[in-house]
Nanobody, 119 residues
């Protein structure tokens, strides 16, 4: 069984920084990508940043220039450095891993970590 555990969420003032981490354990066979999604209060889950196994990165427009994603493939870990945080960054942040298993593509999700940006 694959399990993703996020950490690093918390309360921060606008303009501040937070760093999120995610570690995947279990039987990942061939990882395609790792990334972060978020869900604002009352909103939909949306992609924030993803990094492919070959290192290609894509950021959503609202976080470009402020967030940075990185990974440690050997440890099945991914991190998200968040700088210059805004109130609209508030939400639950979820770690996601896409993996190819014996029966095809698998998506794994963490339970999420709360990020609150408030004065």
């Amino acid at each position: 069984q694959v399990r993703l555990v996020e950490s690093g969420g918390g309360l921060v003032q606008p303009g501040g920084s937070l760093s999120l981490s995610c570690v995947a354990t279990g039987r990942l066979r061939s990882t395609i990508s790792m990334g972060w999604y978020r869900q604002a209060p009352g909103g939909e889950r949306e992609s924030v940043a993803r990094i492919r196994s070959d290192g290609l990165v894509i950021y959503s427009s609202p976080v470009k220039g402020r967030f940075a994603i990185s990974k440690d493939s050997a440890k099945n870990a991914v991190s998200l450095q968040m700088n210059s945080l805004k109130t609209e960054d508030t939400g639950v942040y979820f770690c996601n891993v896409q993996d190819v298993g014996p029966s095809g593509l698998n998506n794994y999700w963490g339970l999420g970590t709360q990020v609150t940006v408030s004065s």
